[in-house]
């Protein structure tokens, strides 16, 4: 079974950036579209962004607002987020996770072989 491994977190300031990155192994994720949670502090998980198979197509969370991009690298069994323009709120865990095949929702119930996630910390 597929195991997601998330890294690339840390300590930045904010307007900083980061990249995340969700390595897989023991399988592909090329099958799968991929997605990225974070659990901020007080708050229940929620979606970031998500990717197709291809790469192709992408959805993001409203509060993204063009900061954050998504992409993969099927190659290397690898998909990341950029995070730009850091803000304090956006502290938090950042999670992947691989979703269905042909259609990229937000419902974190909808996808699986979570990561263990990285830590993201915006000081202010």
């Known amino acids: 079974q597929v195991q997601l491994v998330e890294s690339g977190g840390g300590l930045v300031q904010a307007g900083g950036s980061l990249r995340l990155s969700c390595a897989a192994s023991?399988?592909?994720?090329?099958?799968?579209?991929v997605g990225w949670f974070r659990q901020t502090p007080g708050k229940e998980r929620e979606f970031v962004a998500a990717?197709?198979?291809?790469?192709?197509?992408?959805r993001y969370a409203d509060f993204v607002k063009g900061r954050f991009t998504i992409s993969r690298d099927n190659a290397k069994n690898t998909v990341y987020l950029q995070l730009n323009s850091l803000k304090s709120e956006d502290t938090g865990v950042y999670f992947c996770?691989?979703?269905?095949?042909?259609?990229?929702?937000?419902?974190?119930?909808?996808?699986?072989?979570w990561g263990q996630g990285t830590q993201v910390t915006v000081s202010s």
């Open positions: 996770a691989t979703g269905p095949a042909f259609f990229l929702p937000a419902d974190m119930r909808m996808y699986g072989n």
């Open positions: 990717i197709s198979m291809s790469g192709s197509t992408t």
């Open positions: 023991g399988g592909t994720v090329t099958n799968n579209a």
